[in-house]
């Protein structure tokens, strides 16, 4: 059993208990109570320090034929206990979580590498480690972490990693959705796996979008899963995080530059904002006054992070003509459009 949740409206959600089930070598997934906006509902409170689920609830699930397991209850609705409660409980629930632990052996390790997606695992790894690994699709160091993918449906895959994805920043979404759809395979530059920003960002758009539409046509994906008119939710939520959730900033290497970070000098060996003339900024980027006319702001960007790919002081560039290349490209940019 699994608590899905589903948009209502503007910051509004609501709860279903579903369950997965396997069904001629298919997992799909079905709801089994509708809970509202407060999963909490289904406690009965005896006293301010204890409490119980209701009977009714228990009584309902048991008529759809579900084998009822009481610590996967309170695993599941653990979150919506009343808060005094919750934090009396919580040490011995911490106690007790691993008690029957064990290692995965190596029937279990096999199938968590041939029996879940690439793309699950990719997000997974991340969520969990907080970076991308190389390793993620072949090898199997990472085996144990991806077996919590086994014998659930693509839906509650999609309703855990969901949930997990709520830990994520903004500034990680470029990186997070890099990883996940392994964007720098489509790529020759060798620092594409680590600084997608600095990557051609249109290329980069249509290759992620193409993505996007393979893996909403992928049946295999999205076996089991409930049809949908157009894009299923996750991959709408990818779109929305892609185009609009990722901060509008400064190039990175804008922010290096003000920030003064680097390992190679300190900040006092420099000043952030050296000022350059206009034919000055010319020369740097080697433009005439008529080609600057022909370009816009993207343009520019494009042509500043190639250059400072050159000059940036951690891959060995001059730290004088870096400053100075970043003034010059403050110095063009609001001329664009």
């Given at each position: 059993?699994?608590?899905?949740?589903?948009?209502?409206?503007?910051?509004q959600?609501?709860?279903?208990?579903r369950e997965?089930?396997?069904?001629?070598g298919?997992?799909?997934?079905?709801d089994l109570?509708?809970?509202?906006?407060?999963?909490?509902?289904?406690?009965?409170?005896?006293?301010?320090?204890?409490?119980?689920i209701?009977?009714?609830?228990?009584s309902?699930?048991q008529?759809?034929g579900?084998?009822?397991?009481?610590?996967?209850?309170?695993?599941?609705?653990?979150?919506?206990?009343?808060?005094?409660?919750?934090?009396?409980?919580?040490?011995?629930?911490?106690?007790?979580?691993?008690?029957n632990?064990?290692p995965?052996?190596?029937?279990?390790?096999?199938?968590a590498?041939?029996?879940?997606?690439?793309l699950?695992?990719?997000r997974?790894?991340?969520?969990?480690l907080?970076?991308?690994?190389?390793?993620?699709?072949?090898?199997?160091k990472?085996?144990?972490?991806?077996?919590?993918?086994?014998?659930?449906?693509?839906?509650?895959?999609e309703q855990?990693?969901m949930?997990?994805?709520?830990?994520?920043?903004?500034?990680?979404?470029?990186?997070?959705?890099?990883?996940?759809?392994?964007?720098a395979r489509f790529?020759?530059?060798?620092?594409?796996?680590?600084?997608?920003?600095?990557?051609?960002?249109?290329?980069?758009?249509?290759?992620?979008?193409?993505?996007?539409?393979?893996?909403?046509?992928?049946?295999a994906?999205?076996?089991g899963?409930?049809?949908?008119?157009?894009?299923?939710p996750?991959?709408?939520?990818?779109?929305?995080?892609y185009?609009?959730?990722?901060?509008?900033?400064?190039?990175?290497?804008?922010?290096?530059?003000?920030?003064?970070?680097?390992?190679?000098?300190?900040?006092?060996?420099f000043?952030?904002?050296?000022?350059?003339?206009?034919s000055q900024?010319?020369?740097?980027?080697?433009?005439?006054?008529v080609?600057?006319?022909?370009?816009r702001?993207?343009?520019l960007?494009?042509?500043?992070?190639?250059?400072?790919l050159?000059?940036?002081?951690?891959?060995?560039?001059?730290?004088?003509?870096?400053?100075?290349?970043?003034?010059?490209y403050?110095?063009?940019?609001?001329?664009?459009?």
């Amino acid at each position: 059993m699994y608590l899905a949740r589903k948009e209502t409206g503007p910051r509004q959600q609501s709860f279903v208990l579903r369950e997965t089930y396997r069904e001629g070598g298919v997992l799909f997934s079905r709801d089994l109570a509708d809970l509202g906006s407060d999963p909490g509902r289904i406690f009965i409170y005896d006293d301010e320090a204890s409490c119980h689920i209701d009977e009714k609830f228990l009584s309902h699930l048991q008529s759809l034929g579900v084998e009822i397991n009481d610590a996967e209850l309170e695993e599941i609705f653990f979150p919506f206990l009343d808060p005094y409660i919750k934090h009396r409980l919580q040490p011995f629930r911490s106690r007790n979580r691993y008690r029957n632990w064990r290692p995965a052996d190596q029937e279990l390790r096999r199938r968590a590498l041939e029996e879940t997606q690439a793309l699950d695992r990719r997000r997974l790894h991340f969520l969990r480690l907080g970076r991308s690994a190389a390793a993620t699709d072949t090898g199997d160091k990472g085996a144990a972490l991806y077996t919590s993918l086994l014998d659930k449906s693509r839906d509650e895959i999609e309703q855990m990693i969901m949930q997990q994805e709520l830990v994520l920043q903004p500034r990680e979404y470029q990186s997070y959705l890099f990883t996940t759809f392994d964007l720098a395979r489509f790529f020759s530059e060798s620092y594409a796996r680590t600084m997608p920003h600095a990557l051609n960002p249109d290329r980069l758009d249509q290759i992620f979008l193409a993505e996007i539409c393979r893996l909403a046509a992928d049946a295999a994906f999205w076996q089991g899963y409930p049809a949908h008119l157009g894009l299923q939710p996750s991959l709408i939520r990818y779109l929305i995080m892609y185009f609009d959730g990722v901060p509008e900033q400064t190039p990175a290497w804008d922010r290096f530059a003000r920030s003064g970070r680097s390992r190679r000098f300190r900040r006092s060996q420099f000043t952030p904002s050296e000022q350059v003339t206009r034919s000055q900024a010319f020369a740097i980027f080697g433009l005439s006054p008529v080609q600057l006319t022909s370009m816009r702001k993207r343009d520019l960007t494009r042509l500043y992070r190639q250059k400072a790919l050159e000059l940036h002081p951690d891959k060995g560039g001059d730290t004088e003509q870096f400053i100075r290349l970043t003034a010059a490209y403050e110095e063009l940019l609001p001329s664009l459009q």
